[in-house]
């Protein structure tokens, strides 16, 4: 039922911030801003969950634990990306925003090139000569 109190907790503050932002738009930003932080930090427990579950099935299926953290990382940019791209959109920064997209597209892709070489050796290796 957490998820009941999270999207209560945004409704409240959308409708606050948009009483808000006729008087004081900043407020209104910064309230917005404050309440994502809020709803990041109520999911940090619900985050390492699934992270711990999903190394332990790594475990049991003898994965190299390299490629599942290295899917992690890349799984936590992509949030946090479309996290700082959704503040800088509230803030009426679509360039920064879309800059913001861009920066955690190639920061995933930096972090896929190992995977991406393992593939491509494992297919190599299994092609016939």
Do not use: C, W
Not at 4 to 22: D, P
Not at 71 to 82: D, P, R, S
Not at 101 to 118: C, D, Q, Y
């Amino acid at each position: 039922m957490e998820i009941i109190q999270i999207v209560g907790l945004g409704l409240i503050t959308t409708f606050l911030a948009l009483i808000v932002k006729e008087q004081k738009p900043i407020f209104a930003f910064l309230l917005t801003v404050f309440v994502g932080v809020i709803i990041f930090i109520f999911l940090i427990d619900q985050i390492h969950m699934i992270i711990t579950m999903l190394q332990r099935i790594a475990i049991n299926a003898n994965i190299n634990m390299v490629y599942v953290q290295t899917i992690l990382k890349i799984i936590g940019i992509a949030y946090i990306a479309e996290f700082g791209a959704q503040i800088a959109k509230d803030a009426g920064q679509g360039a920064i925003a879309s800059k913001i997209e861009l920066a955690g597209k190639v920061f995933i892709l930096v972090m896929a090139i190992p995977i991406i070489t393992a593939i491509i050796e494992t297919v190599i290796g299994l092609l016939p000569y």
